[in-house]
């Protein structure tokens, strides 16, 4: 499977995704909502951005080849499909700028990682994640284009517990979703998640109601 394509969980890989939420939370009074989006942002100025360079390119390679295609020496005609090759290879760059590959070269990992961040922020507040009894909601996104997951816990959880044991769940999730198996991935993250947060906030007896929804969320 390649990741940064959509990825369409099976009936069976989103039932054992609830599972493993409703296994973790067992052990926790805290809430888990697992979720993937296709992409965090729309990355626009990648086509721009590669369309420049294929205009530049282009230029610099008619110009250098220059004795090849203009053996009578230069007219008025000779600008103009200059100027039209530089706009065919900017319009190339724009088209090739839809590609998932190509938004990830000409995009930088650290505004890859806001873009995940704010789009995790902001469904954690669209989802009521942060309207939890004790405020130990924690959302868990896979972002398919970007290549990243991002675990959000609501504030009181994050002062709590130390970034590293956050990592630790991301760590488990991204060596799966490599390996090709997405649902696999989501299972043990939420199974990491269940272990730490059992540590932190564990279950009262008698007393620990199911907050939120245990399915999986899926957007594009």
Request: aromatic share 6%; net charge neutral.
């Amino acid at each position: 499977m390649e990741i940064g394509k959509h990825v369409a969980l099976t009936v069976e890989e989103r039932a054992r995704v609830e599972q493993a939420v409703q296994a973790a939370e067992l052990a926790t009074s805290a809430e888990i909502v697992p979720m993937i989006v296709d992409r965090s942002g729309l990355y626009r100025d990648a086509g721009h951005r590669a369309g420049l360079l294929l205009a530049i390119l282009t230029l610099a390679g008619l110009l250098t080849a220059e004795a090849g295609w203009l053996p009578w020496g230069w007219h008025a005609a000779n600008a103009g499909w200059l100027l039209l090759a530089a706009i065919a290879a900017y319009g190339l760059g724009i088209w090739l700028g839809s590609f998932p590959w190509v938004m990830r070269l000409f995009t930088s990992t650290a505004r890859m990682r806001h873009k995940v961040r704010l789009r995790a922020e902001i469904a954690f507040l669209y989802l009521g994640i942060a309207r939890t009894r004790d405020r130990t909601g924690v959302l868990i996104m896979l972002s398919l284009l970007e290549h990243q997951v991002y675990v959000l816990p609501d504030r009181p959880l994050m002062d709590r517990i130390p970034v590293e044991r956050w990592d630790s769940i991301i760590a488990v999730i991204v060596k799966r979703v490599k390996a090709g198996d997405v649902a696999d991935g989501l299972c043990h993250g939420i199974e990491q998640c269940g272990l730490v947060l059992a540590e932190y906030c564990p279950a009262r007896p008698g007393d620990n109601p199911n907050e939120l929804p245990n399915t999986l969320i899926q957007d594009e």
